[in-house]
């Protein structure tokens, strides 16, 4: 069945076509999913690994880390993201990455960028930009790629873009996700993606350590303001008493999202030396204004953004004190 999508408003057209140029006339290809990769980064990067691969276009996916989400290794050449960078390649795809730091690592600025993005604090930072915050995934972006240029979308690559636009939606609950981004999952079932065996594959596959620490974690609970801003951390010990990865406890703040009178909630955890924070927030309260004081980003109800230190109490007071300079 072939249907006609509108195509993001934000985005010039343009801008499609010069990607896709810009793609044929390399002769080799490195797409970059950003430190730390969630699946939409993933997603995205595979979708367009499966598309390259099936018309011979080499390539790589790099991560700057080996340490990748293994929830995500049933889409279709997972195990190819390497993160090593390969001696030469002439285009960099950025998948992702809110801000250019985010690649992990500096390139060389004579090669040219595609940047594909729904990021507030996106700059435009590529050759070309693909980027639009109202969007509900940088998945919906490279979607519309497809479409635009006419592109065969395979199993492969439809269960890819589905991954990256469902977890982005936390399972399409956020405001973000329309009636557009329906019809556009709808076209990728139409083209093999399961959204049952997707949903089996990333909700029913936790390991042990994760019900380990997050009662530790749930237990560092935290109330302000009446109880609408909530506070979490996962202290270091935690992790080596549980054997838990820090991706393990990620559901908890989504958790204290759940209670009916928070407003705002954020997580601090230790992640590669400094402290990492996550925050969210419920109607028109903007969290990414609240991690671009501390050159972090994202969107309006999710951001995130890092702090120096490993000390997560310090961290935790540090930026409860800017959010009641927001939240008043």
């Known amino acids: 069945m072939k249907k006609d999508f509108i195509i993001s408003n934000k985005v010039d057209m343009a801008e499609h076509t010069k990607a896709l140029a ?8 490195l797409i970059v999913t950003h430190v730390n990769p969630d699946p939409d980064s993933i997603g995205s990067a595979l979708a367009l690994s499966n598309l390259f691969h099936e018309n011979k276009i080499k390539h790589k996916v790099f991560n700057i880390s080996a340490d990748l989400p293994q929830n995500l290794d049933f889409i279709s050449r997972f195990d190819k ?5 390969p001696a030469f390649y002439d285009l960099i795809i950025s998948v992702d990455c809110g801000t250019f730091k985010r690649l992990g690592f500096t390139p060389d600025p004579s090669i040219p ?15 070309v930009n693909i980027v639009d915050p109202m969007k509900s ?9 497809f479409k635009h240029n006419g592109l065969y979308i395979t199993k492969d690559s439809a269960t890819a873009l589905y991954v990256g636009i469902y977890d982005d939606t936390l399972a399409f609950s956020l405001g973000r996700c329309d009636e557009l981004t329906f019809e556009k999952t709808n076209f990728l079932v139409e ?27 749930l237990n560092s609970l935290e109330l302000f303001k009446e109880g609408e801003v909530a506070s979490i951390i996962a202290k270091e010990e935690w992790f080596k008493q549980t054997g838990a990865h820090n991706r393990d406890c990620e559901d908890a703040l989504d958790m204290i999202m759940s209670i009916a009178i928070v407003k705002i909630a954020f997580f601090v955890r230790v992640v590669n030396g400094v ?5 969210r ?20 109800n999710a951001a995130g953004c890092t702090l120096d230190m490993i000390d997560v109490e310090k961290a935790k007071e540090i930026v409860l004190k800017e959010i009641f300079e927001v939240y008043k």
Do not use: M, W
Request: proline letters at 2%; glycine letters at 8%; a positive charge.
């Open 22 to 29: 810009l793609i044929e006339k390399s002769r080799y290809i």
């Open 137 to 145: 995934s940088t998945a919906e972006l490279v979607f519309e790629f």
């Open 281 to 300: 927030s419920k109607g028109k309260i903007d969290v990414a204004k609240i991690a671009g004081e501390f050159d972090g980003g994202g969107h309006y």
């Open 275 to 279: 402290s990492r924070v996550s925050l």
């Open 113 to 127: 960028i595609i940047n594909f993005d729904h990021h507030k604090s996106n700059n435009h930072f590529g050759t």
């Open 191 to 217: 083209c093999g993606a399961s959204p049952s065996d997707i949903a089996n594959k990333l909700l029913r596959r936790d390991s042990l350590a994760k019900y380990r620490i997050i009662p530790k974690v």
């Open 81 to 85: 993201i390497t993160d090593q960078l």
